[in-house]
């Protein structure tokens, strides 16, 4: 079971109303992990983890952790279909009814933590839907090479608008957790789409491509320019 | 659910594990050796009769060995040193040559053990001839020896050496030349082991490992037959099992008696299949699945602790499927319902009274004592009549944590008139209480369809050394690779090729 652990600031704003009002509307500070991205370009790392990312804040829906369950949240928060075209840093959706905004993001770390995204913003953790994007540039055409990926929780993934990997259930980020069929890669550009649903607690995702031998795949760049 | 509870048990009831498939019926067999497409083994009784099979799984007499050699029988010095029976031969393959030592006992302990020398072991090939290479090794009725049952290992130094004896005296090595498969020099035998015959040794990360039969032969279901062993780092001994009993004062650690419908146990072979699949012949004195007669059997090779184990043929049940990389089981890749449906997610345990929790500050706990924790009735196993309504026909596989559900719970059947490999028949893999077998695609991928027996649905189930399983389609559709069941991550079954040094393509079968 994953347990919900709230952040100390957390139970003091709800302990000590006058005080905590005040730090609710004070901005927070960013993630430490999460900044903007710098250069046109970024090559995946040594162990093939990719650091770029569109994140769209999160879309509230109802975080249960069932294949149908997964299947309603994706309808609700459905976003409108934009083909390849990836979004610009700032580009706004309405989804479910709530208009969100589209950030691009680097991470230090192997993984994206959503959940410090989404506090840094002031946004809801818990029973939410993230919405990523991002697009990896093939030098040539790579064949029978895997998506994998780790998240927390749910996950939905689309390259090139195939869908490839479905975990339904409640689950932590573990690297490699969910991979996909044998798929190839276009030379030039490949996007990858994905929901990642969370119910309660830590949220975060991860995702590289492996080869044939299932290791890392290396020669990947990632980008976040607009689809041509 | 309980109509199916019986079919399962019905059915693993009436598959018992046989010993191989065909005319296998054979005493003191020969090692099993590969060639040209064929596996080969060589037993007791008039000319050395043959038995040979393309797949190791079903067996054909392919007459006798002796009908290649001139004169149809042992050579002049042969019968003059021994005697004119033929009995318990073995084999090796070294070069461009197959030497073959047989028994030749005239009033044991006369007896002599002699060499034939071919090329092909193919009985329609025209180069089907052994030459008579004459007396090895002679024992002349009144030493301590009585030369029958050879058994020969090629070491990873390129010394060839043979072991023979039997009850009268002592087992006893000597070297041959791996060149004419002659002994190599006059000098005496060393003597290894007594109380026993069917010596064989092995070799294995250092050590020399003999296996002789203990007990008695020939008396059909009252023969005490069991293979034991002893182990050494030196070619010539001292032999100690487990204990440090040497062999040559009756020690001998057991490794494999009577069993189930199997009685007697004698004449190990080893049968090196490569990437960590070894799997040893023998016979059994008697099958009773089988009137009682001697038959043939392979079974898996293990090893454990630096000793080699007897593993059981696999025998048709109710399996969860577990990947050693991830922990994880094979599933359909349908939505699970727990077993004795959905409980609320938070609070005690069943029974406990304890229904809720949450953040600090919540609703004050209830007053007086905590309730008394009370179990319920037992909960039914969960069965596919259940929960199977909305499943589809054609169903993704992936892996899941083992939960008991009946999307985890396979049967794994053997198919009969499908052919096999050595020591097993292939199997079916299908969910207990459906049709939805385990299959190979197009892709090197997998699903569950139903099952039709095509290749792609036939499944090759060998045991490893370490005890886990190394399971294969029979044909992967549109490649001619050997591919395996793989776990390429937590959740992620494949085909792939195997890779002995990972943990990747090993499966762990159990009870669910």
Redesign the interface.
Known sequence: ?KR?I?PTAL?CL??TSGIALAQEQAPRPPASTLTAPKGASQPVDARGFIHRWLVLEPVPVQGRL???AVQEALKVAALPDAGDALPKDGDTAVANGATLRWHALDTSHYNVNLYHFAWALSKPTSNVLFWVVTTVEAPRDMSNV?L?IGSNAASRWWLNGQPVI????DRQA?I???????VTLHRGRNVIRAAIINGGGATDFCARF?D?N?QPLPGLTVSLQPGQ | MLRNVLLYAALACALPVHALDGDIVIHDPSTVIFQGGRYYTYGTGNGLPILSSEDGWTWHRSGSLMSAVAGGKPGAEVLAKGGNNTWAPDIIHIGDKFFLYYSAPGTQPKSAIGLLVGRTLDPQSPEFKWEDGGPVVWSDGIEDSNAIDPGVLLDPDGRLWLTYGSYFGYIRLVELDPKTGQRRNQSAPVNVAINSEASILIYREGWYYLLVTHGSCCQGANSTYNIRMGRSRKVTGPYLDNMGVDMIQGGGKLFAASRGRHVGPGHFGLLDLGQGVQKFSLHYEADLDRGGVSVLDIRPLLWRDGWPIAGNNFAAGVYTLESARTGTVLELAVQGFPVGGFRQRRGGPPGSGIVGSGPPGGAQPPAGPPPEPQMGAPIADQDPSQVASNWPGTTAVRLAPAMLQAQQKWLIAPVSGAGGYPGAPFFRITIAGTERSLTATQDGELSATPFTGAAEQLWRIDQLTDGSYRIGPKAVPGTNESWVLSAVGSSMPTLSKFDPASDRQRWLLGAP
Request: aromatic share 0%; no cysteine.
């Open positions: 079971m919900v709230l139970l709800a302990a069932t294949e149908t895997r994998a479905a975990l339904n259930d573990v490699d957790d969910g991979v996909s069929p044998r492996l044939e299932d």
